[in-house]
């Protein structure tokens, strides 16, 4: 792709890893709470899928 070319815009959802609340349906508003350990594995996994990904924007 050259510099004069557009690219099409995409949007990446991504939600926040498994903690103790969400796994039995508490909402945790602000609360920060640590991930468990599958919280952990998901987010070791994602950011292996996305280590190639250019982002313009990023959002949290």
Request: net charge negative; hydrophobic share 40%.
């Amino acid at each position: 792709m050259t510099a004069d070319e557009e690219r099409e815009p995409e949007v990446w959802l991504v939600r926040h890893g498994e903690t103790e609340w969400s796994k039995s349906g508490q909402h945790t508003g602000v609360t920060d709470l640590p991930l468990t350990e599958a919280g952990i594995e998901a987010a070791l996994t994602l950011s292996g899928l996305l280590s190639g990904v250019r982002f313009d924007l990023v959002l949290s």
